[in-house]
């Protein structure tokens, strides 16, 4: 029987929740060391055997969540009450405790009705994270906002309105697959560039580096900041490895909306391709598209 996947307590859109069970069949059966430049949620190295991991992410604010649940790590009551004392405070529903939203609400909105509910609650929790920084406001904030997306506008404020969703079963078992993870885990955090990141690590022969980096031609929020430059920037450093003989795989989008990868794709023609069933959808437009094509791209052979 094949082992569960399990899913990041981040959620957001781009994580590789629904990738792994073709992905984990495609990774090396003995990993020394996990290495995750592009580590976002952390799906990924949530369902991947190793021995330790260390994971990277640009976004100060991904890495700063990531240290502050797994501090929690043997303290999940602990952690929960917490949130819970917060829940409370700002009046948000909490399906998973039964805190639900009135009947007639669910009636007049039937789609949306968690939005209705909460946004006064929200927009409030919002204003005192904008006030002073609090990583736990912050969690809430990404739980019960719109497509649990971490955004912050030009003068540093969180900004994202309020999401048609709460705290419910999903929430719950995520967090408690996290921490239960983190207990039992050899795991260092790491808030740096990608290609900074990776020059500082010593790899042995058994060490892995799985990529997902920002897909060059989506239309996805956490993508702004990657270009043509970068794409190239990463190819080539992954020539590098492969001619020292690491072993590493990367997930990219080759084609979408009309648009081709022309950089990635001649890259890949080096290596191992494989074909991920993946319906990729963006953050800015959730439909699927029949001509979007990802791929996963190795230099060893697979098991």
């Given amino acids: 029987m094949k082992e569960k ?5 981040f959620f957001y859109v781009g994580d590789k929740y629904k990738l ?19 580590a976002g949620g952390g799906s990924s190295f949530l369902n991947t055997s190793a021995k ?16 502050c649940l797994s501090s929690y790590a043997v303290r999940q009551e602990e952690f929960l009450n917490e949130l819970y004392t917060l829940i409370d ?3 948000l529903s909490c399906s998973y ?13 039937v789609k949306t009705y968690y939005s209705h509910f909460n946004k006064e609650a929200y927009t409030k929790m919002k204003a005192d994270f ?13 739980i019960y906002g719109f497509n649990h997306m971490i955004r912050f506008n030009s003068s540093g404020k969180f900004n994202l309105p309020v999401g048609n969703v709460d705290f419910n079963k999903n929430v719950y078992n995520a967090i408690y697959h996290y921490l239960l993870f983190m207990e039992s885990s050899d795991i260092t955090f790491v808030n740096k560039d990608f290609m900074e990141f990776l ?3 010593e790899y042995d022969e058994e060490a892995y580096i799985y990529l997902d980096p920002p897909y060059l031609i989506s239309g996805s929020e956490y993508n702004k900041y ?18 020292r003989g690491i072993r590493f795989g990367i997930t990219n989008l080759i084609n979408h909306k009309g648009k081709v990868n022309q950089t990635f794709l001649e890259w890949s023609k080096k290596y191992i391709i494989y074909n991920i069933d993946s319906n990729y959808i963006s953050f800015n437009d959730n439909t699927i598209k029949a001509d979007s094509k990802e791929v996963f791209v190795t230099n060893y052979d697979s098991k």
């Fill in 5 to 9: 996947v399990v899913r990041s307590p």
């Fill in 52 to 67: 330790k991991y260390i994971v990277n992410d640009i976004d100060y604010y991904v890495i700063a969540l990531h240290q």
């Fill in 199 to 201: 020059n500082e690590l």
């Fill in 226 to 243: 990657w270009n043509e430059k970068e794409e190239h920037r990463l190819c080539t450093y992954l020539d590098n490895l492969a001619q």
């Fill in 97 to 109: 405790r039964n805190i639900t939203v009135p009947d007639e609400l669910k009636k007049k909105y």
């Fill in 130 to 142: 904008n006030k002073k920084e609090n990583l736990m406001l912050l969690y809430l904030l990404l």
């Fill in 89 to 91: 405070k700002y009046g």
């Fill in 20 to 38: 792994m069970g073709q992905l984990r069949e495609l990774f090396p059966d003995n990993i020394s060391t996990y290495i995750e430049p592009f």
